[in-house]
């Protein structure tokens, strides 16, 4: 489990929850439901408005993803590889069928099962491409709407702010009311500072992280693969793939 | 029809309607019709200097286009290609001249006219991609406009702010009006705000979302024309066309 | 004439002027010379250290081109280059020399003159690319110089209102004054707003613009001369060109 | 080492601490922990969100390094390089085998030493590059650490003073208060805009210069290999590497 | 002497005093020791720590080059090249040995003097390319040096003024001087802006002007060498060295 994720947000929150229990005002100072829902329910209309319903509805699940991302053991995809090539070495393409169902990488299971079906090289390999770029596509959209909640939560926290110091100019026969007045239109801006960097920009350098890391795993399956399907030596492949790796990883058993 | 964008502006008007009924202010607060003049006025009079009349005349029908699009249903093209494919093999491509008239998709009606009228390949792709290219400038130059728009907004509000303020200084001999004056200076940056963050920047992206979607949809009708003019299997334009998809439509019947 | 920039000009000069007049504050009371020579002449010094003396100097011409640019009627352009490819067709590339005279297009009209002088068709693309790159280069400058301005202009502002924020500081004896002061130092703000707002950054945007629709014109050019040069018959040149063209366009007599 | 960097940072603290002696007010009104707490703290908690537990753990050993930085002396290496290549031309591949444990660069080290255990030139440059990638990944992974630390540091800085001015808004009843609290609430800021600009954004550009100084270096370790194992003439490689060297050490001995 | 960014400075420095001038406050009001040793030391340290010692003290120089930069003559260039293409044709190259010392152009005469001493045609041109680069490089480093003293400017301007707020916030104890503090705070930021707007950014800005420039007349250099190693006629070398030249130049004697 990506750990870090999660204690950098618990962190971050540990962090102003200490701050307002330290200062001398109460905690309902800091809370004001019309302010938050301004904030976050304008950030996500305006991310309605850019984005398909399904992708927008998708997007707690990516939060959550980020949090619990474990990453591919990439060691243990080459090893499994490997000992498919050697299946195939020793008893033909045709015996790695009985294997397949064990396979529990989607791009590794898809091109082997090609594979023993007779498709071309080719094919299996515009077929897996193809899908890696859909898979890419994906992640493209899923960081692009956390970068836009990041930019629009901001923009609508200006939005909250700039509203309250309208209302409290309005009526200011009250002088002892202008503070918690100005108080209450400021926890908007807050609010939106808040959420875009403790939640929204944070969680879009990451998935933009995980996905260039998700890449070079899908590269070990294609090139693995392909390697199995035109024959190469388990050895060989072995020694190819391990490249991926950095170097401590590569000499491991 | 794409509803997210419909629900997601409806949304973020009535959670900045709510906020304002909320509140202690009446809305006639919130209403400032020169306010609205500058910041509207004037981010269309710098979108004029910036573009053809012709363009900006069209921007409005370009926002209702992000509010209305509704995304072309890539299976049934494809199907309607493979269809096309199916008759030109049958009874040759002349025999396409009599369901020209039923095709809907202008890339493909125009494609398959040029191959019935004996066009070269060439001539035909050509003038295909030449045609694609003007469609994604027409595009480009409707979310540039959006850009624009969503640029100049907020820079018209700061305008109207500083007029405000400047017109509230110069008369501070009845401080019971300072608050009301700045109040309504206060109104133009509010509304230059919303309707950058409201309507024009989410509108651009959801127009350059939009175009990348439907430049998928026209690389398939190229692929689909080239493919039936030389002559290929059917099934193999199926198979290939298919892989545009996303997987769970795939193996759609 | 590109009447769109004279309108959006004279709609924001007149929606900020008619705001003024809605206000209460006298005309006088946005007009300081001071602030608007740190302001404008801010910029032009600014723009002086960055560019030559030279193309500074056409800077106030670039901008009348702004307002002025009629664009090329690229339809009658290719009328023109058909005609040309005729009389070589009928006559010999030779008998254009007595039509060189007649041509207004400069590039078109430098590489018939080559033609005719004997050059190859390298040399003679050669002469004209380097051309058309020259003019591309100065239209880069004078974009340039345009964004530089836009970019300074707010910058000589708020140098302009801190030096009169200062200066108001210095001396705060007289409450009453300092409403008064303060406007002035806002209005070096607003000069500086309006003129990047309503002038340079819209004019940097429309010469972008201008020069790529102008690039497209070179391109028929030079295309054109080339074909006639190489003896294509004038029909397909027709054909060629005109995919040049918007679609309504291109079927015009 | 590369005295530069300490220089400057002790120089701009030095800068900011000589201006608090000069001014009136004591030390420890510039000081407060919670401040510092929520600038730093939550500027790493955000660094935590963004990139794996490892990475963020290694950022002072790579800030220390951005102060002790030496740069690789190219002129030595390419004097070891021209040794080896005379060694092997003398007598042989195989005599380098008992130079490889002088060999201090480990590109150089691995390089020789796969040559000399018989791998292709093709495999020896492969292994060579993707090493060197792999070291250029890490370097842009510390960059860009740094750049977000420098980019939410100032983003928690202002969240901080924001959560400052609520709470001094709140409690207005003792006005000899406020600007004690305000000034506490500045402090956040400030924190934010001195550790961004006197730490994290410095480093962020020096790791990126440094790194783009290291990739030569690689580069002449890597051609010096290749040109070693091809057996080109020691005088030819001296000549060769020695461009990558700034014209006034080209000819040093 | 390239007069316009001359001009330029003294303009843009006059407007500030001048403004001043026009102003009720003396010039003292804006003088302050300490403010500019945090603006201008900050942001110098800021650049130690960005760049190597040796550049940094090569900055003063490089804005001095900028006032006074003349650019190459290209037309005398290219007469030159053509004169010794005329002495190579009718003597040999050998004979251009006893004219090396004449020619001023580095470039030019590093070219001749390899090409006169034997070397081969490509190996002439990787060296003089080679050398080329170099000079991109330090340009890039100067115009990069130049970018962050103008970012970080102002950023110690804000941290000056953020000190001086704070301190002033910290003895509220007499209102009469609060006006005073906040204008001496201020002057800080006021420092920033015009340091960057003067001096900086608009140094920057040309640097990368005279850079490009200056890379043609470079081109030309390598183009000409070239072309009299290879033995071309004079009259070809000009013709195609002209065509470098701004159209007026190009058939100046």
Same mark, same amino acid.
């Given at each position: 489990?990506?750990?870090?994720?999660?204690?950098? &947000?618990?962190?971050?929150?540990?962090?102003?929850?200490?701050?307002?229990?330290?200062?001398?005002?109460?905690?309902?100072?800091?809370?004001?439901?019309?302010?938050?829902?301004?904030?976050?329910?304008?950030?996500?209309?305006?991310? $309605?408005?850019?984005?398909?319903?399904?992708?927008?509805?998708?997007?707690?699940?990516?939060?959550?993803?980020?949090?619990?991302?474990?990453?591919?053991?990439?060691?243990?995809?080459?090893?499994?590889?490997?000992?498919?090539?050697?299946?195939?070495?020793?008893?033909?393409?045709?015996?790695?069928?009985?294997?397949?169902?064990?396979?529990?990488?989607?791009?590794?299971?898809?091109?082997?099962?090609?594979?023993?079906?007779?498709?071309?090289?080719?094919?299996?390999?515009?077929?897996?491409?193809?899908?890696?770029?859909?898979?890419?596509? +994906?992640?493209?959209?899923?960081?692009?709407?956390?970068?836009?909640?990041?930019?629009?939560?901001?923009?609508?926290?200006?939005?909250?702010?700039?509203?309250?110091?309208?209302?409290? &100019?309005?009526?200011?026969?009250?002088?002892?009311?202008?503070?918690?007045?100005?108080?209450?239109?400021?926890?908007?801006? $807050?609010?939106?500072?808040?959420?875009?960097?403790?939640?929204?920009?944070?969680?879009?350098?990451? &998935?933009?992280?995980?996905? +260039?890391?998700?890449?070079?795993?899908?590269?070990?399956?294609?090139?693995?693969?392909?390697?199995?399907?035109?024959?190469?030596?388990?050895?060989?492949?072995?020694?190819? &793939?391990?490249?991926? $790796?950095?170097?401590?990883? +590569?000499?491991?058993?």
């Amino acid at each position: 489990m990506d750990i870090a994720s999660l204690i950098g &947000l618990i962190l971050a929150i540990g962090l102003i929850i200490g701050s307002i229990a330290m200062g001398n005002a109460p905690f309902s100072a800091f809370i004001d439901i019309p302010s938050f829902m301004v904030v976050v329910g304008g950030a996500f209309a305006a991310a $309605l408005i850019c984005f398909p319903m399904g992708s927008i509805m998708k997007s707690p699940l990516i939060a959550l993803k980020v949090l619990l991302n474990k990453g591919e053991d990439r060691l243990t995809m080459i090893k499994q590889i490997v000992e498919l090539a050697e299946t195939a070495r020793r008893d033909g393409l045709l015996a790695l069928e009985s294997k397949v169902g064990d396979i529990q990488n989607p791009l590794i299971k898809t091109g082997i099962q090609m594979a023993v079906d007779g498709s071309t090289p080719e094919v299996v390999e515009e077929v897996l491409r193809t899908e890696v770029e859909a898979i890419q596509k +994906r992640h493209k959209e899923g960081k692009s709407i956390m970068d836009q909640l990041g930019r629009f939560a901001p923009a609508y926290g200006m939005i909250g702010t700039l509203m309250g110091l309208i209302m409290m &100019l309005q009526d200011m026969s009250d002088p002892s009311g202008i503070g918690a007045g100005m108080a209450v239109a400021l926890i908007t801006t $807050l609010y939106g500072a808040i959420v875009a960097n403790v939640f929204f920009s944070p969680f879009a350098e990451k &998935l933009g992280l995980n996905s +260039r890391n998700e890449m070079v795993s899908h590269e070990i399956a294609i090139r693995g693969v392909m390697a199995i399907q035109s024959g190469e030596s388990p050895r060989a492949i072995d020694q190819k &793939l391990r490249t991926f $790796l950095p170097p401590k990883q +590569r000499d491991a058993e």
